[in-house]
């Protein structure tokens, strides 16, 4: 049985805050997750206390009880108990230094423990398992958040909207930088800074979001995936999606789950 929330940040949040989410899961056996990239930086509390064995790339992870879960490029493959709950919030990738004075490109395929970041997350992680319901936890983030607020300028609002949106990713790098008022070699710092991936990779890689986005939700074939998302043949649309995944489009269809990214088998 599994049970998923979400919800979108209260007014005055929503520039650090994209949303908070919580998946509870009770299985009569342990259960095989990937995730595949999504493009958002998380903060994730696991809320149960047996362990969970996490793979990205050739490192390992038993994950922390808080941790931080930056721009992945590559999916995370782990092993679920018979119970589990995950309580998370995704951030705008600029509010993450304003938080916690910490870049996102650090983070990027890895599972860090935040703990050690911030220790104040210790005694978080125990406010929010003491409570019952999503909203309840929703309330208690969102106030330290409030308290640790500060206020950002508009070219940070402009690379959040650039980085989380699927709009723009066929425009050039020099476009790019137009748009963002940077030169070219200065964008391409900024959003290794803030993503782990240079300014050419960032548009290839919102190109694959929103491949991924219409292969999940929508009728489309896939030939119409890659030339609404003006890859520049199937080839090429295959070849991106699997650098990312692992996958085919076409396999990744077949497997799908109902939450986007995340990929489910049963362990024998």
């Given amino acids: 049985m599994e049970q998923s929330n979400y919800t979108t940040p209260q007014p005055g949040l929503g520039h650090m805050i994209q949303g908070f989410w919580q998946v509870e899961r009770s299985n009569t056996a342990p259960v095989s997750e990937t995730i595949i990239p999504t493009g958002v930086v998380e903060i994730i509390f696991n809320l149960n206390s047996a362990s969970i064995h996490s793979q990205v790339g050739e490192k390992y992870y038993q994950l922390p009880r808080c941790f931080i879960n930056g721009f992945n490029t ?4 782990q092993q679920i108990p018979g119970h589990q709950t995950f309580f998370g919030v995704a951030l705008h990738t600029t509010a993450v230094k304003r938080l916690f004075n910490i870049t996102a490109d650090d983070f990027a395929d890895s599972c860090t423990d935040m ?38 300028d508009a070219q940070e609002q402009a690379f959040n909207r650039f980085i989380s949106g ?29 993503t782990g991936l240079n300014t050419e990779e960032n548009l290839l890689y919102k190109k694959y979001l929103h491949a991924l986005e219409l292969i999940h939700h929508s009728p489309l074939s896939l030939t119409q995936v890659a030339y609404t998302c003006q890859f520049t043949d199937q080839s090429h649309f295959n070849k991106t999606f699997k650098s990312f995944t692992g996958l085919t489009p076409r396999e990744y269809r077949n497997r799908k789950s109902q939450l986007v990214g995340h990929l489910f088998e049963n362990v024998r």
């Avoid at 590559?74 to 493959?77: D, G, L, R, Y």
């Fill in 74 to 77: 590559q999916p995370i493959e």
């Fill in 115 to 152: 703990t050690l970041v911030d220790t104040s997350l210790n005694s978080l992680w125990h406010q929010l398992a003491d409570q019952s319901t999503f909203a309840e936890r929703v309330q208690i983030l969102s106030d330290v958040f409030t308290r640790r607020m500060t206020r950002i």
């Fill in 166 to 194: 699927y709009t723009n990713s066929t425009l050039s790098v020099a476009q790019v930088a137009d748009l963002l008022c940077y030169s070219p070699r200065q964008l391409s710092r900024k959003l290794r800074a803030l």
